[in-house]
């Protein structure tokens, strides 16, 4: 089955090509400043229009599906999957609209963060803060394991430590 990957409109980490056999495509949804990449730091007053755009789509797919192989009925994600803090904290605002369950692989965690710069000693906490946006990260992870019914992890050292 195709897979969709739901990205900002000038996502810099990803390509247009998927190839073609891999069944996935990507999705640009537009949301924030027209025509400005956008660091992650920067992302968390624009997730509430990503999430608007996300489910606007996902919606217009549904009734296309349901229309296709349905018998005229919506068809709608069995789950829902994301990654890092801030696809997290709009995965988690989509799951809660779904009705499906969400999926998270975090990655690496702003608590980790936040602790291992502040061990280096170079940056105070509201400097961290003002520079990583950490605080307003680590809400927004403690919000997607909250609901997410399964957590992923790419490496031991998050399962062991994080």
């Known amino acids: 089955e195709p897979t969709e ?3 900002p409109r000038d996502s810099e980490d990803y390509s247009d090509e998927m ?3 891999s069944g996935a495509y990507i999705v ?3 949301f924030g400043p027209k025509d400005k990449y956008i660091p992650k730091e920067l992302l968390w007053p624009h ?3 990503f999430v608007d755009g996300a489910m606007n789509h996902i919606m217009q797919m549904s009734n296309v599906l349901g229309e ?3 018998l005229g009925k919506p068809i709608w994600p069995a ?3 994301g990654h890092y803090a801030d696809a997290g904290d709009a995965t988690a605002l989509l799951s809660g609209a779904l009705n499906v369950p969400m999926l998270l692989t975090g990655h690496s965690l702003g608590r980790d963060k936040l602790e291992q710069l502040l061990r280096q000693g170079r940056l105070s906490k509201e400097e961290i803060n003002s520079t990583y946006k950490i605080m307003r990260r680590i809400e927004g992870e ?3 394991l909250d609901v997410s019914e399964m957590v992923i992890t790419s490496t031991r050292q998050e399962i062991d430590e994080q």
């Open 19 to 21: 190839g073609e056999s």
């Open 5 to 7: 990957m739901l990205t």
């Open 68 to 70: 296709q192989v349905g």
């Open 79 to 81: 789950a829902i999957h």
């Open 47 to 49: 997730i509430a229009e």
């Open 28 to 30: 640009r949804i537009p």
């Open 142 to 144: 403690e919000l997607s």
